[in-house]
């Protein structure tokens, strides 16, 4: 089936590679007229005129997400743009892997901001539309690592089991003005979010692991988060945990 998302308007955060870049190409193949945020304009660029030539009429939004700021601003101009925002894809991150002991606490704050604050002001920002409008979807991209806390991930898996817990008491706030909230939890994915890891032992053994399985490619998600985003308003998928079939946790 095509355009389920026709004159729909989605925004997708951290949209210049990987699962954000996926995403905002799948919505565009359904119709959606797409936004596109991230801090790497020449990524944006490339992306917009692939979205373009779909008739996404992309806006590219080159924003540093750490900044709650830069978060709710976003928002804010996308509903300028195109006079609504009806779906937000939360799903800029990073992954900072270390020891506790060794952890550089800079990296870990940066990592907070992000992947939590950032989601949190985002979501914030969407609401008096959405709830104005009494419709609207908001997807928050967490991880395995929102369930699974392993060693080294210490403060990953903080943000993460973070974002699955705003998802649900998200979702039970808003449910009564018709917005619906879900929340995605991938295991390994091939993409370069394991190429921010500051710490030489913990990447090498992250990848290592990788290296052993067939990993979720962006696509993968990119295809669970279009599912969820085109269910009838009466029908919200809360959650999905979604693991390689290789992975054992």
């Known amino acids: ?55 996404a009429e992309p806006l590219v939004l080159v924003a540093d997400l750490a900044s709650e700021i830069e978060a709710q601003r976003i928002v804010k101009e996308t509903e300028a743009h195109y006079g609504r925002l009806d779906i937000l894809i939360n799903n800029a991150g990073v992954m900072y892997l270390e020891p506790v002991a060794e952890a550089d606490l800079g990296r870990w704050r940066r990592m907070l901001e992000l992947n939590v604050l950032s989601l949190i002001a985002s979501s914030q920002a969407a609401l008096a539309g959405m709830r104005a409008r009494r419709e609207g979807h908001i997807v928050n991209v967490a991880s395995v690592a929102g369930r699974v806390a392993n060693p080294n991930a210490a403060a990953y898996a903080a943000t993460k089991f973070g974002v699955v817990g705003f998802s649900e008491s998200l979702r039970r706030e808003v449910y009564k003005d018709n917005i619906r909230v879900s929340v995605i939890e991938p295991g390994m994915v091939d993409t370069e979010l394991r190429e921010h890891i500051g710490h030489e032992a913990a990447r090498r053994a992250v990848n290592a692991r990788a290296g052993e399985m067939r990993q979720l490619q962006a696509e993968d998600i990119a295809d669970t988060i279009l599912f969820c985003v085109t269910r009838p308003d009466y029908v919200c998928i809360n959650e999905v945990l979604m693991r390689p079939t290789d992975q054992e946790r």
């Open 1 to 55: 089936m095509k355009n389920r998302l026709k004159d729909r308007i989605a925004l997708v955060t951290g949209a210049s590679s990987g699962i954000g870049e996926a995403t905002a190409q799948a919505l565009a193949e359904q119709g959606a007229k797409v936004a596109i945020a991230a801090r790497r304009k020449d990524r944006l660029d490339q992306l917009a005129a692939k979205l373009a030539d779909l008739g």
